[in-house]
């Protein structure tokens, strides 16, 4: 509306310049009756001036139309700068959403992964903590062992050896559940940031999109120049400095803006990247690290299942031997008793010789004083008595060294019995610990 508003003014003035003209020359014609050099000269000057204002007038029409033209010729760059910057930030946005997609997607299974090896480790912690409670228990069914059987053998060794393993297997374990958490969560942190970064690029790609869609093409009209005749005019030429558009400024700030943003965006990419990697490492190494432990604790358990064995049979072969011990003791304890039971019949028999010397002692006492001699019966009867006291006394020392003995073989045979009863309780303990098993 100001180009037509302008035009018509200008027009407007023509019209009223030779409007005037017209109407000074139908004065000085009938003046010029009178007086024509007058006349002539004030049409002349009339004239003059009507041709300058028009050369001004067409002066300022085609200087207004070029500034026009100049004016849409800014308009066609500015808009299909934009429009190229739209499409170079649309072109921008789906590289950058296709990177954070293909990142955020990488990201999936390693979480899955890490989510999977976490649970591992912590099933790893409850069977570690488990077969520390199994052994702590084992332990505890060796101690009902009678006091003469606690020794520190080679199982018990075994047994305190699986536990120190344990205990620093379970402890290396949850410095890796700790470990795992930590990077879960800053994987679960990484991947919430891609996928905000992600959501907030197809929105923009939406918005670029619809801006696109609302921009037109833009189309460069054709020059309208009132009078070819004024291209080289020279006041015309001066007012070409009055048009300049200038975009490296503001084109130099967008690139800046737009380095700096895609910069941010790469960077999240990048820390994706690297906690990917990070995690894949650790789940790597936490593979590693539990067959390490799942390895000692499995050649653990062959040892103390193999001591245990070699325990329970080195018991089993002392009950044995002790059963064979008990066995000839209670052969020497029978022995000891047939053998008391001949000397008691021994001391039987010699008691009643020893009467019948004693009363024919006291018969050869009783002769008279005067046949009290000693005479070869008397002497007989001495060494007879005497043999006999001897051999009485003999068969009571050896009762007495056999009563000795026999209470011996008893103490003995208790001794054996509750050795047996303790070899076959620690067997039977042991056999427990066996059966239960670390697993």
């Known amino acids: 509306m100001a180009e037509v508003t302008d035009d018509d003014d200008i027009i407007r003035r023509g019209a009223r310049v030779e409007s005037t003209m017209l109407a000074l020359s139908h004065d000085i014609t009938h ?4 007086q024509p050099s007058q006349w002539r ?3 002349a000057d009339v004239m003059k001036r009507a041709r300058k204002q028009r050369d001004k007038s067409e002066i300022h029409r085609f200087t207004y139309h070029k500034y026009v033209e100049e004016t849409h010729h800014a308009q066609y760059s500015k808009q299909l700068q934009v429009n190229t910057a739209l499409k170079n930030k649309r072109a921008t946005l789906e590289l950058l959403i296709e990177k954070l997609q293909g990142k955020y997607s990488a990201g999936v299974p390693v979480v899955n992964t890490l989510e999977e090896i976490k649970a591992k480790v912590a099933s790893e912690m409850e069977e570690k903590q488990r077969l520390l409670d199994r ?7 060796r101690k009902e062992r009678p006091k003469e059987e606690l020794v520190a ?3 018990h060794r075994q047994l305190l050896a699986q536990e120190s393993l344990l205990k620093d297997a379970l402890r290396q374990t949850s410095q890796l559940y ?6 879960l969560e800053q994987l679960m942190e990484v991947q919430a940031s891609l996928q905000e970064d992600l959501n907030d690029k197809k929105h923009a790609l939406e918005l670029n999109t619809k801006a696109e869609m609302e921009c037109p093409e833009p189309h460069l009209k054709e020059k309208t120049v009132p009078s070819p005749k004024l291209y080289h005019h020279r006041g015309a030429l001066n007012l070409d400095t009055d048009v300049r558009v200038d975009f490296s400024r503001p084109q130099t700030a967008m690139l800046a803006s737009l380095n700096s943003w895609h910069g941010a965006c790469m960077k999240n990419v990048e820390n994706g990247k690297r906690s990917q990697k990070k995690t894949l490492t650790l789940c790597d190494g936490s593979e590693k690290l539990l067959k ?6 499995q050649q653990a358990h062959h040892y103390v299942s193999k001591a245990l064995q070699e325990r329970i049979n080195e018991l089993q072969h002392m009950a044995n031997d002790l059963r064979q011990q008990l066995s000839l003791t209670m052969e020497e304890i029978e022995d000891a008793e047939s053998t008391t039971q001949m000397l008691q019949g021994a001391l039987d028999n010699i008691q009643e010789p020893l009467k019948i010397c004693e009363n024919r002692r006291n018969l050869h006492s009783a002769r ?3 046949e009290m001699i000693e005479d070869v019966v008397q002497r007989d009867l001495k060494v007879e008595a005497s043999d006999l006291m001897e051999q009485n006394e003999y068969l009571v020392q050896r009762k007495h060294k056999l009563s000795l003995l026999m209470e011996d073989l008893m103490e003995t045979k208790a001794d054996i ?7 076959e309780k620690c067997v039977t303990l042991d056999q427990k610990c066996l059966e239960l098993g670390s697993y």
Do not use: V
């Open 135 to 141: 052994n702590t228990e084992r332990q505890q069914i």
């Open 368 to 370: 008279p004083k005067r």
């Open 417 to 423: 019995e509750r050795d047996i009863e303790r070899k």
């Open 153 to 155: 053998d080679e199982a």
């Open 31 to 34: 003046s010029s009756l009178q």
């Open 178 to 183: 700790s470990e795992i958490t930590k990077m």
């Open 292 to 297: 390490k432990h799942a390895d000692a604790i």
């Open 41 to 43: 000269q004030k049409s």
